[in-house]
């Protein structure tokens, strides 16, 4: 299309300004989007989003698997030559976390500067960097520790990629469809986590014999990583109304709503990643004879599976949200994972491995969920708070939407520092007591917390007479 295309659109709609016509602008730039504008999003609107979303979850999927690679990388380690302590190791799992969480603070103000579609093919490629990295490091276990620590620490570059990708998506879709949206793009990023450990120790076991090939865990996702990077040049759309609003951020920055969700946020997706990340440990230190299964030439971890129903049931935690309410489905969330740590700290003793693992899909399905829906409740409250007496009516407001993306991108950053905390709350636990019981309990408690603050929130909206 050229500058001068444009989607044209009726007017007559009840209670808005007329419908705006699509401008399609060099550079691949949309001007005139607005997503609540019902006759613009039927007659064009709809279709442009879904194709965003696709690429933009094919790019955060990639960047999850980045972010994770080195949760399953460091159980491979002893068998390549490399000799870290319990301390070391869990640095090594838990520094991309940090790393990442920290970036995704100003990756969430990436977009209004650059353009989704132009910081998409941006991070896409930034993270050719910690794969090759890991590669080279990993191919010699003379490889002294800090210099492994920085490689992990690049990793992060994955972890970036969710805010920024988040707070693009936000702007492409209604309010009304906003939990399903980004619960779909959260859910394909946070696949990466499981897919990553589904698929390096089979790649670096297969044909290898007595020799694993740990350099493929980074380089086997060098051509994904190049094909969403051209996916994103030739498929995704930049929005003119995605602009950096500073007065917008501090003012999330001021409310105290963003920081209550930060705290829940950190734990239900905190609990997801930085479960996700200890995993596969947890099971080698637990339960060895089950760290791996064959499978023909190759290793299978069950690992895997943790990351994988957790992330399928983000988006189902965010269509419940939108139907229930997002508090609604938090609080049960946080019931179900507090009922789910007290039941694999009750069953460790029995040493049974299939109730350690299927306590642990209850804590990560419950996570899941929860993530999908604390992320749903964070544009409903900064609605409410931009003077829409029911959180939806002014959702379309450009600044609210502001105001809102950067809520979003703030708040994912301070909750993925759970991914921090957990395996260093483990690896304490570990090295203090020789187990985990101990770290797991301080969990229980924090998740009883956490449901005392989403219950308190969820009345202070009902007093309100809006389900939040």
Same mark, same amino acid.
């Given at each position: 299309?050229?500058?001068?295309?444009?989607?044209?659109?009726? =007017?007559?709609?009840?209670?808005?300004?007329?419908?705006?016509?699509?401008?399609?602008?060099?550079?691949?730039?949309?001007?005139?989007?607005?997503?609540?504008? &019902?006759?613009?999003?039927?007659?064009?609107?709809?279709?442009?989003?879904?194709?965003?979303?696709?690429?933009?979850?094919?790019?955060?999927?990639?960047?999850?698997?980045?972010?994770?690679?080195?949760?399953?990388?460091?159980?491979?380690?002893?068998?390549?030559?490399?000799?870290?302590?319990?301390?070391?190791?869990?640095?090594?799992?838990?520094?991309?976390?940090?790393?990442?969480?920290?970036?995704?603070?100003?990756?969430?103000?990436?977009?209004?500067?650059? +353009?989704?579609?132009?910081?998409?093919?941006?991070?896409?490629?930034?993270?050719?960097?910690?794969?090759?990295?890991?590669?080279?490091?990993?191919?010699?276990?003379? =490889?002294?520790?800090?210099?492994?620590?920085?490689?992990?620490?690049?990793?992060?570059?994955?972890?970036?990629?969710?805010?920024?990708?988040?707070?693009?998506?936000?702007?492409?879709?209604?309010?009304?469809?906003?939990?399903?949206?980004?619960? #779909?793009?959260?859910?394909?990023?946070?696949?990466?986590?499981?897919?990553?450990?589904?698929?390096?120790?089979?790649?670096?076991?297969?044909?290898?014999?007595?020799?694993?090939?740990?350099?493929?865990?980074?380089?086997?996702?060098?051509?994904?990583?190049?094909?969403?990077?051209?996916?994103?040049?030739?498929?995704?759309?930049?929005?003119?109304?995605?602009?950096?609003?500073?007065?917008?951020?501090?003012?999330? #920055?001021?409310?105290?709503?963003?920081? #209550?969700?930060?705290?829940?946020?950190?734990?239900?997706?905190?609990?997801?990643?930085?479960?996700?990340?200890?995993?596969?440990?947890?099971?080698?230190?637990?339960?060895?004879?089950?760290?791996?299964?064959?499978?023909?030439?190759?290793?299978?971890?069950?690992?895997?599976?943790?990351?994988?129903?957790?992330?399928?049931?983000?988006?189902?935690? +965010?269509?419940?949200?939108?139907?229930?309410?997002?508090?609604?489905?938090?609080?049960?969330?946080?019931?179900?994972?507090?009922?789910?740590?007290? &039941?694999?700290?009750?069953?460790?003793?029995?040493?049974?491995?299939?109730?350690?693992?299927?306590?642990?899909?209850?804590?990560?399905?419950?996570?899941?969920?929860?993530?999908?829906? =604390?992320?749903?409740?964070?544009?409903?409250?900064?609605?409410?708070?931009?003077?829409?007496?029911?959180?939806?009516?002014?959702?379309?407001?450009?600044?609210?939407?502001?105001?809102?993306?950067?809520?979003?991108?703030?708040?994912?950053?301070?909750?993925?520092?759970?991914?921090?905390?957990?395996?260093?709350?483990?690896?304490?636990?570990?090295?203090?007591?020789?187990?985990?019981?101990?770290?797991?309990?301080?969990?229980?408690?924090?998740?009883?917390?956490?449901?005392?603050?989403?219950?308190?929130?969820?009345?202070?909206?009902?007093?309100?007479?809006?389900?939040?």
């Amino acid at each position: 299309m050229t500058s001068t295309d444009t989607i044209r659109t009726a =007017t007559a709609v009840p209670d808005r300004p007329a419908t705006r016509s699509l401008a399609f602008l060099p550079g691949r730039w949309i001007d005139g989007w607005d997503p609540e504008d &019902a006759t613009q999003w039927r007659d064009g609107g709809a279709a442009i989003a879904r194709r965003n979303l696709r690429w933009s979850i094919f790019a955060e999927f990639l960047g999850f698997v980045v972010w994770q690679l080195w949760s399953v990388v460091v159980v491979a380690l002893p068998g390549a030559g490399f000799h870290f302590t319990v301390t070391q190791t869990f640095w090594l799992i838990s520094i991309p976390s940090l790393v990442g969480a920290t970036l995704r603070f100003p990756y969430t103000f990436m977009v209004p500067r650059f +353009g989704g579609r132009n910081w998409t093919i941006v991070s896409a490629c930034l993270l050719l960097i910690p794969a090759i990295g890991l590669a080279l490091c990993v191919a010699d276990p003379r =490889t002294p520790f800090p210099v492994m620590l920085i490689v992990a620490g690049l990793a992060g570059l994955g972890g970036g990629n969710f805010a920024s990708s988040m707070a693009n998506i936000t702007f492409f879709y209604p309010q009304r469809e906003k939990g399903w949206a980004l619960g #779909l793009n959260a859910a394909g990023g946070n696949l990466g986590a499981a897919v990553a450990q589904f698929a390096v120790p089979i790649v670096i076991t297969l044909g290898a014999g007595a020799t694993l090939q740990l350099p493929l865990a980074g380089l086997v996702w060098v051509p994904l990583i190049l094909i969403a990077a051209l996916g994103a040049w030739r498929r995704m759309d930049n929005l003119t109304s995605a602009k950096a609003d500073a007065r917008a951020s501090l003012a999330a #920055l001021r409310a105290p709503e963003l920081w #209550l969700m930060a705290l829940l946020y950190v734990g239900t997706f905190g609990s997801f990643i930085g479960f996700s990340g200890v995993f596969p440990k947890l099971i080698a230190d637990q339960f060895p004879a089950f760290s791996a299964f064959p499978l023909g030439g190759a290793t299978l971890s069950l690992a895997f599976v943790g990351a994988l129903v957790g992330s399928l049931a983000r988006p189902i935690g +965010g269509r419940l949200a939108d139907r229930f309410g997002g508090s609604t489905i938090t609080i049960a969330s946080f019931v179900v994972m507090a009922l789910g740590a007290l &039941a694999v700290i009750l069953t460790l003793p029995l040493g049974s491995f299939w109730l350690f693992l299927l306590f642990f899909l209850v804590l990560f399905v419950a996570s899941g969920a929860g993530n999908g829906a =604390t992320y749903r409740m964070i544009p409903t409250l900064f609605a409410l708070r931009s003077g829409a007496a029911d959180g939806t009516a002014s959702a379309g407001d450009v600044s609210a939407q502001r105001t809102a993306a950067a809520a979003l991108g703030i708040v994912s950053g301070l909750g993925a520092y759970g991914g921090f905390v957990i395996p260093q709350v483990l690896g304490l636990s570990k090295s203090t007591t020789g187990g985990y019981a101990a770290g797991l309990s301080w969990f229980v408690v924090a998740y009883v917390v956490l449901l005392a603050v989403t219950v308190a929130i969820a009345v202070r909206g009902r007093r309100r007479g809006v389900r939040i």
